[in-house]
């Protein structure tokens, strides 16, 4: 099929390379968000999705909105047959919904019902499920709510970040949308829609919501420094400093005050709402992120300090 591809970070790459690589289909242009700013030094560059376009010679179309007038000519001229989606990042026109015979079919890193919306893997985490997985549906004007071609599972480990979670995902959902282009084009699989049970949502993760509860139990702590690692990254406040936390390991048998911080000769453990949990690393503004103990050595902490 002649297929264009709309996508944007880095969990999308992997899709966009197999579809690349299939002897089946065309990528004949990539749709992903305009240039922005990243890093540490603000430059303003390509998405992922769009280097790895640009490095493949195929055209890239960078809309402000989906609903722009320019863009739905030029998909009308493409005449693309399908138009698979993974983490675009912009909702998208009943106009341009209409363009391929096939419609727009979505990658989704979560077993739908489950976690519809922005960020199901730091939902499945935070929440503790042991299991999720990857699904592709055919795009409908609601949020993900459309039809299910083909799902894989995938469990979740008891150290997994979001970053570890989402990496595994983006690479069997890759070979799940490639599947699932092949059964289109053979008209081989039959969307099945959506159970009406069990619907849940995942709201997008903001840099406040990735703030430390040091009030919580000790696996909802754990879970949920681990559900915004690296991105956006958890942080608390020791004092009016802003440090930046890796994922954290529950502690038993040691119950400081919730935000208490003790420190031994190798390592730095923190209260929380029942027993402790153990830094792994800790970043201070305009530092290199270090293991807890050498932070604290050099902090020179006494033993005192409670995180806020």
Known sequence: MRVIFAGTPE???????????????????????????????????????????????????????????????????LEPDCCPVVAYGNLLPADALAVPAHGWVNLHFSLLPAWRGAAPVQAAIA??????????????????????????????????????????????????????????????????????????????????????????????????????TPDPGAWTMLGDVRLKLGPVRPAGGREPAPGQVEVTKKAVFVGTGTDAVELSWVQPPGKKQMRAADWARGARLTGEETFA
């Open 11 to 77: 969990a999308a790459v992997p899709s966009l390379r197999e579809l690349i690589d299939s002897p089946r289909h065309e990528v004949i242009a990539v749709v992903t968000r305009p240039d922005a700013a990243a890093g540490r030094g603000r430059k303003t560059g390509r998405s992922p999705v769009g280097r790895l376009a640009d490095e493949e010679g195929i055209e890239v179309l960078t809309p402000a909105r989906a609903a722009d007038p320019d863009f739905l000519a030029r998909l009308g001229e």
């Open 127 to 228: 929440a503790g499920d042991e299991m999720t997985g990857a699904a592709t549906f055919l795009i409908e004007p609601a949020l993900d709510t459309g039809p299910v071609y083909g799902v894989v599972t995938e469990r979740i480990r008891d150290d997994d970040t979001a970053g570890d979670l989402l990496g595994r995902l983006a690479g069997s959902g890759a070979r799940l949308l490639a599947a699932t282009m092949d059964g289109i084009e053979d008209g081989t699989l039959t969307a099945v829609p959506q159970s009406a049970d069990g619907v849940t949502y995942a709201e997008k993760i903001t840099v406040e919501g990735a703030r430390v509860q040091w009030r919580h139990p000790a696996p909802a702590v754990d879970r949920r420094v681990r559900s915004v």
